[in-house]
């Protein structure tokens, strides 16, 4: 009865170590197979055929379509500061006050030389107009009446030049309120009281009119047949966004292109003027402008998602007959997370979004339903 009862266990134990021997056989089979047959699950899009926006996408920085910079027209010491960096000024409102003393010396200096020379010039007339019938009498010589006519023109040299620079003196004193030509907002101030200013030196200040707000920009070489071929058939808008908030954007439309290329970037700069500022977007701040340049009619569309990239090239998964083929595509632009490609796909067909581990060319799927 033992005997019976050990040789079943034997028995047994065969049969359960064959078994897993197979099912191990079949696994690791699996696994070189690459799955086998085994359907996969996937996810899928259909390609798309349909109008697709020419843009140039490229990053810019917003400027003040009107800023002024403010210099300083004559030199002297900066005596007082009356606006800080940020304030609205009205055009003509006195920004900094430069020590006017000096031209004011001048001043009474220049008016001082100049009574002194009219009076030398009445004093001369009066003499040539008593030498003249005196010379003409003989009774002195031409020289004697040449000598006062000379001592006559000195005297109004004179008070021409004393005239002069009581007029300079007084433009320094004029020019010593530094105002704001145009109504705006006080940029970044680089002086402070006590400073040395000079005449046509450093920027002290720079004044941002309100309203139009312009994108400084640059283009590449690469792209810049294809935007003049769009400007000639007429004008090219723009979208600008916020670089961090793209929720923030604005209108605008390219005002200017630059003739020359930027020989530090090898890019040539552009601008776009823009036809509302909203609030969140200042000068100085960093933006996206998308240039629209027109439509591609017909174009095939896939997620950037489903676009595959190897040595030899992009590629889609698209699914036929049941199965995933590889079909080779060339990207030629993308716009928001789509691409427009060359190959041989058909309108509808199913391009895999998203790869399955296991996937090869050929295996066997079905798309996923979607919910």
């Known amino acids: 009865m033992k005997l019976r009862f050990l040789i079943i266990l034997v028995v047994l134990a065969l049969i359960a ?3 897993y021997r197979i099912q191990y056989q079949e696994t690791d089979g699996d696994k070189t197979r690459g799955g086998g047959d085994r359907t996969l699950s996937v996810k899928t899009v259909p390609v798309a055929v349909r109008d697709f ?12 379509a009107q800023q002024v910079i403010i210099v300083a027209q004559v030199g002297g010491t900066l005596l007082r500061q009356q606006v800080e960096e940020g304030d609205s000024v009205r055009a003509g409102q006195v920004l900094f ?3 006017a003393r000096p031209a004011q010396a001048r001043i009474a200096q220049s008016q001082a030389t100049l009574s002194g020379a009219r009076a030398e ?3 001369a007339e009066k003499k040539l107009e ?30 021409g030049s004393a005239s002069a620079e009581l007029e300079a003196a007084r433009l320094d004193v004029h020019y010593a309120q530094i105002r704001a030509p145009i109504a705006g907002r006080v940029g970044r101030i680089a002086v402070q009281p006590g400073s040395l200013v000079q005449a046509g030196g450093a920027p002290l200040t720079t004044i941002l009119a309100p309203g139009a707000l312009d994108v400084r920009a640059s283009v590449a070489q690469q792209q810049l047949g294809e935007l003049m071929a769009a400007r000639a058939q007429g004008k090219v ?4 966004f916020h670089e961090i ?5 604005a209108q605008g439309e390219l005002v200017f292109v630059d003739s020359q290329i930027d020989a530090a970037t090898g890019t040539v700069p552009l601008k776009v003027r823009l036809a509302d500022s909203p609030q969140a977007l200042l000068s100085g701040q960093g933006v996206r402008v998308r240039l629209m340049l027109g439509i591609e009619p017909g174009a095939r569309v896939v997620p950037e998602a489903a676009l595959q990239h190897a040595q030899e090239g992009s590629y889609v998964y698209v699914v036929r007959d049941g199965r995933a083929e590889v079909q080779p595509v060339k990207p030629t632009r993308g716009l928001d997370g789509e691409y427009v490609v060359e190959g041989e796909l058909r309108a509808g067909e199913p391009v895999l979004v998203e790869i399955p581990q296991r996937l090869k060319a050929g295996s066997k799927v079905r798309i996923e339903a979607k919910s």
């Open 17 to 19: 170590g064959v078994t």
């Open 130 to 159: 008593r030498l003249n019938p005196l010379m003409q009498s003989g009774y002195i010589s031409r020289q004697e009446y040449d000598d006062a006519l000379l001592a006559l023109e000195a005297a109004r040299a004179r008070a």
């Open 53 to 64: 926006p020419r843009v140039i996408d490229l990053p810019g920085t917003l400027e003040a």
């Open 245 to 249: 908030d793209r929720s923030v954007r």
């Open 237 to 240: 808008t723009a979208e600008v």
């Open 97 to 99: 006050s430069l020590d």
């Open 121 to 123: 010039t009445a004093e």
